[in-house]
Nanobody, 120 residues
């Protein structure tokens, strides 16, 4: 299984970006999906999670500005980011809990990261 993230870039404060992450390979079932970020000199932190039931959780710093969504049929998880701030600048990583076979345990997979820079 591989995850491919896309959609990062440079945006001005107040602008928007949409990140997407697509999974490919042997997939029986998805579990939770999420987005994390890591700014220079800081630890990786949770941005948002969406469970298999569609329940979402957000970091306090992004509540009301970011929206996570998933499409199991397309093997994707997305992050709509609005009202971006300079402090949102980081490398964003997607992750997914995936069972490759009906008899497999859930394993956690990570995307390669995509850079988001918010600057004027």
């Amino acid at each position: 299984v591989q995850l491919q993230a896309s959609g990062g870039g440079l945006v001005q404060p107040g602008g928007s970006l949409r990140l997407s992450c697509a999974a490919s390979g042997s997939i029986f079932r998805f579990n939770d999906m999420g987005w994390y970020r890591q700014a220079p000199g800081k630890q990786r932190e949770l941005v948002a999670i969406i469970t298999s039931a569609g329940t979402t959780t957000y970091a306090d710093s992004v509540k009301g500005r970011f929206t996570i969504s998933r499409d199991n049929a397309k093997n994707t998880v997305s992050l709509q980011m609005n009202s971006l701030k300079p402090e949102d600048t980081a490398v964003y990583y997607c992750n997914m809990g995936i069972r490759e076979r009906a008899w497999s345990r859930t394993q956690i997979y990570w995307g390669q990261g995509t850079q988001v820079t918010v600057s004027s």
